[in-house]
């Protein structure tokens, strides 16, 4: 159990086109969903807090109407990135929390991630 | 401002080895910290999860390992094998800013090469 599926795997883009990638639990609900960004030989910067029926919150430094965040079921996330520019190549990965009754015990499963390609 | 810190961040050794990875970090008000391994371009696979009040938590032939007070934890592998080469990441979980209740901070990995 606790399986996080994404999609696309891999996308490749013009620069000033909009890219989405969705994020799926598929056998568990989950009430908050993250989106991290990782940069080559990097860790995992957390961008955002995605929250099911409720507008996402955003990490400092992380521009909402670039990266537009929908939460708009208990399995399904969507990141779309807006007027994509070659800076926005990278390596999206989401993550869908299993809520087990206390925030200590929450435990986050992570998507395979999405490779992002901007010419 | 949370800072988790790897060391270190790149080790080899011949299959077989008994090995330790190390994560400190600099504030001990977390909810738990966590193992992760993840694998060239792909995403992260969980391998031990402790809770703040616990000291260990053991998985086969991992053992991870947390003192709060020292902002340390450390994973243990036990007869390390080829299909152990992978990046392993630790994060702790604690306060969010931003607006989000709590987030995951990372470290930036070790990156281990298990050779035959």
């Known amino acids: 159990g606790a399986v996080v599926s994404q999609h696309p795997s891999r996308v490749i883009c013009k620069s000033g086109t909009s890219v989405k990638i969705e994020c799926r639990s598929l056998?568990?609900?989950?009430?908050?969903m993250f989106w991290y960004r990782q940069f080559p030989k990097q860790s995992l910067m957390l961008m955002a807090t995605s929250n099911e029926g409720s507008k996402a919150t955003y990490e400092q430094g992380v521009e909402k109407d670039k990266f537009l965040i929908n939460h708009a079921s208990l399995t399904l996330s969507t990141l779309t990135v807006t007027s994509a520019h070659p800076e926005d190549s990278s390596f999206y990965i989401c993550s869908a929390e299993r809520s087990s009754g206390h925030v200590s015990y929450n435990e986050q499963f992570f998507g395979p991630g999405t490779r992002l390609t901007v010419l | 401002k949370q800072e988790v810190t790897q060391i270190p961040a790149a080790l080899s050794v011949p299959e077989g080895e008994n090995l330790v990875l190390n994560c400190s970090f600099t504030?001990?008000?977390?909810?738990?910290l966590q193992w992760f391994r993840q694998d060239p371009g792909k995403g992260l696979t969980s391998l031990l999860l402790i809770q703040s009040s616990q000291r260990e938590q053991t998985s086969g032939r991992l053992n991870a390992s947390l003192d709060k007070s020292s902002g340390r934890s450390t994973l243990y592998i036990a007869a390390s094998q080829p299909g152990d080469s992978a990046t392993y990441l630790c994060?702790?979980?604690?306060?969010?800013?931003?607006?989000?209740?709590?987030?995951?901070?990372f470290g930036k990995g070790t990156l281990l090469t298990v050779n035959p």
């Open positions: 504030d001990s008000a977390i909810y738990n």
């Open positions: 056998d568990f609900q989950a009430t908050t």
């Open positions: 994060a702790s979980k604690g306060e969010g800013s931003g607006g989000s209740n709590y987030k995951l901070t």
